[in-house]
């Protein structure tokens, strides 16, 4: 081109290029729309599944409802059908049994009142049923006490049969131990309380007249050739009491006797020993009295009401002086007046309650939760409660008041979901998680505060191992090392992530834990001798004469320590059996347990440090090695260029400027270790303990919910506490990520003028 040759003009306005501007425009508003409405249905998923998991949860927390029905006024009840002593109700809520002073025992149909059936107690002639007591809720077992100071012991039966493809439920009475009246009284006196309980082949009848106290033992034993039985009865001498006796309660293991009598007062007698364990005031005011009791099923608990309404739980504890003793664990209050009835549910730790105004009030005695305070009748009734405890009938001014109850979840609140909560059985209270047993009186222990705890200790151990070690190691990889190096080294750092988690606690559970068991002074001098060894191979490399040195690239340092660390290494591991010989006597195990009091076990948080460390380290890494590497070049080379060291450079600009992308990865590889589940299930214990011990185990929302699921009812209380569970999780990861990420933006904000 000459100088004085027209210049070139370029058409940048030909079909070719508009075309291409065109294609690449529609290009980035396809990108544009995927990336938004990808990211909308990221954000509508998590939605969805946090309204999912409100919606399973939601039912927890909701109270009881009570529906009244048409009152029912049979013919029999217009008729002299004498008082009424016991209302129960069988296991379909189709029919129900009275029994009345008279000594008979009817069953009438729960839906039209109709009479079915009437029995005829065997009472001795010219006797009359002056009380009556049964066994712990769920028994069948029911004693009559008679006016000569007798007793008589019998069930109710239902029988289910299916004639002509109709169900058929046939009442009865049986009597398990004979027709024959049982004498508590030699005087003849009326027994004004009587109760009952059956343990195996042991049977115990309690009655009293006044303040006389008797109780009988009857055991039977069958001869294995014959399969003759054989009957024993024994008298149990007690002291006597002073004051009138109100009622008298059996428990279940024949180990205690409790005797309400006075105002307020119970005296606890030991079976066992035959002695007074100790007298208990049961109100502190002196103008109430008690009024009704009840024993909770399992027969542990007590539940006393009085005359202002109060309802209280007691039952026996252990001291910290070894004795046991009644103990008041919760209160609740049902009204103003006195509370005349209490019945107790057949398979879970609630009661209800009817007080003299017909107010009736539903109540759980873990949860200590009032559910339900409602007016059902005029004045005091008998109550039944059905053994699923959907049905409640009130006989009260010549009619039968039946009422349904819908009370599915009573044992949640949140004093025991997240406080300690006194169980019985327990000496103190305690977060405790057991939810299931194989006992039917068990009482469920639903608090997700030992889970919270172990998800936490689980995390915070993970992350001691894998921060420090993942974030060096970014930090050397990006800055430090040689690029050819950095291409070899971080892919297969980022290759450990695909590792299959379930593989790692495979490994975890079966060959480390045992392992560390056996080399735990090894495991522990590693931890100090291994800086130390990485120190000295620094300094004598230091010291080699410059020639040896410079045959190693810049940036490839670091290869030098990896026979060094396998040497350190070997050399702990080998030294532990001399080690634990020397300096704690063979067995570092036993002289943890029993020197220091800590409780040891194989399958403990140091199992799940390393093993999930190991599972968390390569995406904290990746994270924060792409934040350092991303650092402006100019930067680097601006502050060197001013004479700063590389090391400051490092630690006043480099750090700094990538402190947000650090932090990031802090937070990713903590949410990481939060929602692990396969390396916590096979690597711990998997027990359910607060305790931040470092060898021993725990359990965690994420392993307790794919533990438990699988067994639990769909729909049930153990059910919804379990997604409870994955919603405090997925709360807790949201709380998490969010404060995450306000830091990272304050942080970005803070250093971006560097």
């Not at 359990?699 to 994955?726: C, D, I, K, Q």
């Amino acid at each position: 081109m000459t100088q004085n040759s027209p210049p070139v003009r370029i058409d940048f306005n030909t079909p070719e290029l508009q075309r291409k501007r065109r294609l690449r425009a529609l290009k980035d508003r396809l990108t544009r729309w995927y990336v938004l409405v990808g990211g909308l249905a990221v954000l509508a998923a998590i939605t969805l599944i946090f309204f999912y998991l409100a919606y399973v949860v939601l039912p927890l927390f909701q109270g009881a409802e009570l529906t009244s029905k048409k009152a029912l006024e049979p013919t029999w009840l217009q008729q002299d059908a004498g008082k009424p002593l016991m209302i129960a109700l069988e296991e379909q809520n189709l029919v129900g049994m009275r029994v009345s002073d008279k000594g008979q025992a009817l069953f009438f149909d729960t839906k039209t009142g109709n009479e079915l059936k009437r029995v005829d107690l065997p009472l001795p002639a010219g006797t009359q049923v002056s009380s009556i007591g049964t066994d712990q809720p769920g028994s069948p077992l029911v004693v009559l006490g008679l006016s000569n100071g007798q007793a008589i012991v019998f069930h109710h039966t239902y029988k289910i049969t299916y004639p002509d493809n109709k169900k058929t439920i046939e009442a009865g009475i049986d009597f398990p131990y004979g027709q024959a009246a049982f004498t508590l009284d030699d005087e003849g006196r009326a027994l004004e309380h009587v109760s009952v309980n059956v343990n195996g082949d042991t049977l115990l009848l309690a009655g009293s007249t006044g303040s006389h106290l008797q109780v009988i033992e009857l055991s039977r034993t069958e001869n294995m050739m014959t399969g003759d039985v054989t009957t024993e009865q024994n008298r149990i001498e007690l002291p006597q009491m002073t004051e009138t006796v109100k009622n008298i309660f059996i428990d279940p293991r024949q180990q205690w006797l409790y005797v309400v009598n006075g105002r307020a007062t119970a005296d606890v007698f030991s079976l066992r020993e035959k002695s007074l364990n100790g007298r208990y005031k049961l109100l502190e005011d002196g103008n109430a009295e008690i009024t009704a009791s009840a024993q909770l099923v399992g027969g542990i608990s007590l539940i006393f009401g009085d005359s202002k309404g109060g309802l209280s739980q007691w039952f026996m504890a252990r001291d910290p002086d070894g004795e046991s003793r009644l103990k008041l664990i919760r209160s609740f209050q049902l009204g103003k007046a006195p509370v005349v009835q209490i019945d107790a549910e057949e398979r879970r730790k609630g009661f209800i309650a009817l007080d003299s105004e017909g107010k009736l009030g539903v109540f759980h005695s873990t949860a200590h939760r009032t559910l339900l305070v409602e007016s059902v009748a005029d004045g005091a009734g008998v109550l039944a409660l059905s053994p699923r405890a959907n049905r409640i009938v009130i006989e009260e001014g010549g009619k039968l008041l039946p009422l349904s109850l819908h009370n599915p979840h009573p044992e949640i609140s949140f004093s025991a979901l997240w406080g300690k909560v006194w169980y019985e059985n327990y000496d103190e209270p305690k977060y405790v998680w057991q939810s299931t047993a194989s006992n039917t009186d068990f009482e469920p222990k639903l608090s997700l505060s030992p889970l919270t705890f172990g998800t936490l200790k689980a995390a915070f151990y993970a992350m001691i191992l894998a921060a420090p070690l993942a974030i060096a190691a970014a930090i050397y990889t990006a800055y430090f090392m040689a690029p050819g190096m950095r291409r070899k080294v971080k892919p297969v750092i980022e290759l450990m992530e695909a590792m299959p988690t379930v593989i790692l606690g495979f490994f975890a559970g079966l060959f480390l834990a045992p392992y560390l068991e056996g080399h735990l002074p090894g495991v522990f001098s590693l931890l100090l001798i291994l800086p130390v060894g990485i120190l000295a191979a620094g300094f004598a490399w230091s010291r080699l004469p410059e020639s040896i040195r410079l045959r190693i690239p810049d940036g490839w340092e670091a290869a030098i320590l990896i026979p060094v660390i396998l040497a350190v290494g070997a050399f702990a591991l080998y030294m532990s059996p001399f080690l634990e010989s020397w300096f704690f006597g063979g067995d570092m195990r036993l002289w943890i347990t029993h020197d220091l009091g800590i409780t040891y076990d194989q399958r403990n948080a140091l199992v799940v440090g390393i093993a999930m460390g190991f599972a968390v380290i390569p995406n904290i890494y990746s994270i924060a090695e792409d934040a350092v590497f991303s650092v402006p070049r100019s930067l680097t080379l601006g502050s060197l260029a001013l004479g700063a060291t590389p090391w400051q450079t490092l630690t006043r600009v480099v750090i700094l400027t990538a402190s947000p992308g650090i932090f990031s990865a802090l937070m990713i590889g903590m949410g990481r270790a939060v929602g692990e589940t396969m390396i916590v299930l096979m690597a711990t214990g998997n027990t359910p303990v607060m305790e931040l011990n470092l060898f021993e185990g725990m359990r965690t929302l994420a392993a307790n919910v794919a533990v438990e699921m699988p067994e639990s009812e769909v729909g049930g209380s153990h059910y919804r506490v379990l997604f409870l569970a994955a919603l405090v999780l997925l709360l807790f990861t949201f709380i998490m990520n969010t404060l995450a990420e306000l830091i990272r933006q304050r942080l970005r904000k803070k250093y971006s003028s560097l």
